[in-house]
């Protein structure tokens, strides 16, 4: 870059940055941010919330306490935004979603009261070491499965479904090792009731590889859990003071505008190329924050 | 919308998209009202500082944003504030709502086993949102 540009750059860095912010230009970034995030959670099925803590902590030094509100508003927004669509397409097995939110609501009220006892440096430490769950599973190659044979469970719970194909048949699926899917959807409430997220990562653990979930069943079903796993520990982060408006609503607003814009772009879109590059970031993100959790910066 | 075929699933799924619908458009409208007002009122003021949150300093918990008396006094005195804590709990009970209907589909149509289901998951929300 030419000498006198790079001067320029500076000299506009320094002018922008010796303003103090006010409510408004904090408010208009983050609605920007949440957008963003509501539009990369509903794309790569990760959901909002976890492209808004990093928004907060790093880039605007806002205590976790309140970033783990935010994106438990984030959640339930990107679920129900997002949720409504698919359902509506016939993907969403709701049968083994009712199901599993017995698990993921009991871990959630756990894990909110859990909460209570973390500072900020231990939040953003599992916080970081989901991230890189999440990265590693980004990169993992999916095999393509054959249906399996429905366990005698699985069976007894009508949770075996069907869902379809793009030439509009329906193809049949069976689903494996219940138990198994239940403890670890219990496992990922937990995180949700802490971190304020819907761990994609346990998900994909828990119904793609336990159960045998077929993919598009288990991204949005998992999707439609998170609106209800988030709800039971929200009131309790309500009355705890860490929701609070002024970060709220640009969240709220942000997050629905791009999960809405997301699902409706997921449909004609290859976003295999988007989740590996989302991937690197999310990697990167864990790292700087297992830094600074590691380095007592928070 | 269309639902081609009525069986017992179908069924469900069209009231609950329903209502993930209509919660969501009313959260959005009323935190965009409240958003607005405050915007008005306060967005020439400095940011608060969020940098810091403290459980036990009630500073950082104002009623008229951490109890329903408190927000609901807080939205007829035109506290936009307020207002977009009321949107956040509208965009809360939306999914708690959908859990409700699914409930009295599935008891209407006899499918005890989904009910009882449901229903636990609707016991454990209540239990926590609501404290002894």
Known sequence: MPKVLRKFALKLGNFIFSQPMTILTFTLILLAAAYAAGLLGSLTGLGGGVVVIPVLTLGFGVDFHYAVGAALVASIATSSGAGSAYVKEGITNVRLGMFLEIATTVGAVVGAWIAVWLNNAVIAFIYSLVLLLTAAVQFRRRAVRRAVEPSPLATRLRLNGSWPQPDGSLQAYGLRNVAGGFGVMGAAGMLSGILGIGSGVLKVIAMDDLMKCPFKVSTTTSNFMMGVTACASAVVYVQRGVITPGIAFPVMAGVLAGALTGARLLKRLDVRLLRKVFAVAVLGVALNMMYMALAGKF | ?132
């Open chain 2, 1 to 132: 919308m269309k639902h081609s075929s009525s069986t017992p699933d179908t069924a469900i799924q069209a009231l609950v998209c329903h209502t993930l619908r209509i919660g969501v458009g009313i959260a959005l409208a009323v935190c965009l009202a409240g958003g607005s007002v405050y915007l008005v009122r306060h967005g020439g003021e400095a940011l608060p500082d969020y940098t810091q949150f403290s459980y036990t300093d009630p500073a950082f918990h104002p009623a008229e944003s951490t109890t329903l008396p408190g927000i609901c006094g807080g939205v007829l005195a035109g506290s936009g504030r307020s207002l977009i804590q009321l949107g956040v709990l509208v965009l809360i009970l939306t999914p708690v709502v959908r859990v409700l209907l699914s409930l009295l589909g599935y008891l209407r149509q006899r499918d005890w086993l989904y009910a009882a289901i449901t229903a636990a998951v609707l016991a454990v929300i209540l239990f926590n949102s609501f404290p002894a």
